[in-house]
């Protein structure tokens, strides 16, 4: 167990709906990451947030947008869903936000989106 | 646009074997490079390299980072059969303006270790 927590672990949607996907950190973590994984396009950086703030923004659409709350949290919010949104999202943590050498990342365990 | 590429896309060897997987990389104003492993979940992050630690070693894995040929090799010896899994690799870049530029992932190297 890593002690990053993602909720729901499946979500079974359909085509145009919106979704949240919620992410609460490792104790302590400052640094959350969001990654897409699907068969396709393999893993794919989201984006970073680091102490509530956008650190890094990867290939993430416009229809997806995150937030990272004050208790450390975040979610990942998914709207006008389409079939090609179906995959694994992944959060992952770390202290330091990849700002020290040292800094490790922590993956909970996934979110499933399955959109029909 | 950063780009990695990992070599070889797959790879089969006997328990005990040494094995050592690739990664280039192109990428703006190079930050770190970082290698995961991801069996049939979650990935595990295995190590960062930066311009001042380009050689990192935890038990039997280790990673050497090269500027100048602008690549990576991860190093397994003493292969097990849990090592089997599929090995990626990353690459984050600065924007001119300072901000970090994000991740980019290379297709992974899968790895089978044979009994």
């Known amino acids: 167990d890593s002690g990053v927590t993602q909720t729901p672990k499946h979500l079974i949607t359909a085509t145009g709906q919106r979704v949240t996907l919620r992410c609460s950190p490792r104790s302590g973590d400052l640094s959350v990451y969001w990654y897409q994984q699907s068969l396709d396009q393999g893993l794919q950086f989201l984006i970073q947030y680091y102490n509530g703030e956008e650190r890094a923004k990867g290939n993430i659409l416009e229809r997806f947008s995150a937030q990272q709350f004050p208790d450390l949290h975040s979610e990942l919010n998914l709207s006008s869903l389409e079939l090609g949104d179906s995959a694994l999202y992944f959060c992952a943590s770390s202290v330091g936000g990849g700002y020290i050498d040292t800094d490790t990342q922590y993956f909970g365990p996934g979110t499933r989106l399955t959109v029909l | ?115």
């Not at chain 2, 899994?85 to 970090?100: M, Q």
Request: net charge neutral; aromatic share 8%.
């Open chain 2, 1 to 115: 646009e950063d780009k990695v590429v990992q070599s070889p896309l797959s790879l089969v060897v006997h328990e005990g074997d040494t094995v050592t997987l690739n990664c280039s990389y192109e990428v703006t104003n190079f930050r770190s490079l970082l290698w995961y492993k991801q069996e049939k979940k979650a990935p595990t992050f295995l190590f960062m390299l930066t311009s001042s630690g380009i050689e990192k070693k935890s038990g039997r894995l280790s990673s050497i980072l090269d500027k100048k040929e602008l690549s990576s090799i991860l190093n397994i010896t003493a292969t097990q059969t849990g090592d089997s899994a599929i090995y990626l690799c990353a690459v984050e870049g600065w924007y001119s303006g300072g901000g970090a530029d994000g991740l980019t992932f290379g297709k992974g190297t899968h790895l089978i270790i044979q009994p």
